[in-house]
């Protein structure tokens, strides 16, 4: 059964860091393309960040440069290292595959909050 856990959100100051974890339990993990998604109050929810089974990377523009998003495949784990936040980065972060599950499943999330 597919399962994604996301942690390690949080309140931060305009210009913090963070950085988010997600304990997946899916079978083959190595093998599939993951990514971070966020989705902000009233807006639909985005994809952020996504890794390829190989390890290359990809970021929607709104986070290219400030994100970095990871994997360890030995603990069936993606990262997500934000820094630079903005108070537009405040949105819940789920972790996915890529593209998300065909099930409809998503985690819970994790929320992240920008604000001075």
């Known amino acids: 059964q597919v399962q994604f856990v996301e942690s390690g959100g949080g309140l931060v100051q305009p210009g913090g860091s963070l950085s988010l974890s997600c304990q997946a339990s899916?079978?083959?993990?190595?093998?599939?393309?993951m990514g971070w998604y966020r989705q902000a109050p009233g807006k639909q929810r985005e994809l952020s960040a996504g890794?390829?089974?190989?390890?290359?990377?990809t970021y929607d523009d709104s986070v290219k440069g400030r994100f970095t998003i990871s994997r360890d495949n030995a603990k069936d784990t993606v990262y997500l290292q934000m820094n630079r936040l903005k108070p537009e980065d405040t949105a819940v972060y789920y972790c996915?595959?890529?593209?998300?599950?065909?099930?409809?499943?998503w985690g819970q999330g994790t929320q992240v909050t920008v604000s001075s």
């Open positions: 890794t390829d089974s190989g390890g290359s990377t």
């Open positions: 899916l079978i083959l993990f190595r093998f599939h393309a």
């Open positions: 996915n595959r890529r593209p998300p599950d065909s099930t409809g499943y």
